[in-house]
């Protein structure tokens, strides 16, 4: 807790009056330009990936960078979703993956997740990431397909499907690799056109 204590300091004693404009302007403007899913990963920092600074990406951190499909009942990552995408009208939605993702690899390598009930059932969100990945074991792939069948999920939610229609938003899937600093885009469906 010490070294908290001691980077608050360090914030507000170098950081803050180092960009003293830029948050005396967002004390009253929130006007993100992007909706960054990412897993909670303690690696992966999207701001110091993407060389953002604050107030431009509206960040959901999930183990796994898992996103449920839309049900009616909310949740806290649907009703994040909704004020991003339709309140605060963000142009661009990435979900990342990485390398070596713990969620990932337990799936993969089938681990024994029984004295990890909550995870256990948080993960089941992947059973169509994994359905899409041929051979067990292999998590760069499992990776890679999860990050897709998440942005599909991310399609069923409301606010998305509007913004995608009206194609006032874009969908992008990443890989970053947290070993090179890489980030990988990948190739993603266009969204249906508009009825
Ligand atoms: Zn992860």
Redesign the pocket.
Known sequence: MQDLAEGVARFQRDVFPAKAELFARLATHHTPHTLFI????AR?VPELITGCEPGELFVIRT???LVPPHTPGADGVAASIEYAVGALGVTDIVVC??S?????TALAEEHDLSDAPAVATWLRHADASRARTAAPGDVPSLVRQNVLAQLANLATHPSVARALAERRATLHGWVYDIGTGRVTPLPTEAPAPAA
């Open positions: 990412g897993c909670s990963d992966v183990a796994g960078n993956g990485h070596a993702c713990g969620a990932m």
